[in-house]
């Protein structure tokens, strides 16, 4: 099965108005067995979010942009994914 690594950049858009700073694009990166790109994409998603349900603030991630690369080398090609609607998080 392929390996992946999707990367997904995010805001913190309640924590920027919080503290009064401009825009902060973040990241992080998951190595993803998948048979797919859009399986290792909905793999990084559930785990993404899972960890923000788990992390002690309670505000929300805006994800800008999800990207996804084939294999481990410098040549794989980057897909990119809009990011999906998600469920708001419950109160």
């Keep these: 099965m392929p390996r992946f690594t999707v990367t ?14 401009g825009r902060t694009l973040y990241t992080s ?11 290792a994409v909905g793999i990084a998603l ?3 979010r899972r960890i923000e349900m788990l992390s002690s603030v309670g505000w929300r991630r805006g994800i800008e942009v ?3 690369v084939e294999g481990a080398n410098s040549d794989a090609i980057e897909h990119h994914h809009l990011p ?5 998080k419950p109160s």
Excluded: K, N, Q
């Design 29 to 39: 990166c998951f190595g993803v067995t998948a048979e797919t790109d859009d399986a």
């Design 84 to 88: 999906p609607r998600l469920p708001s």
């Design 46 to 48: 559930a785990v993404f």
């Design 66 to 68: 999800v990207t996804v």
């Design 8 to 21: 997904i950049a995010y805001r913190e858009p309640m924590f920027e108005r919080y503290r009064r700073r």
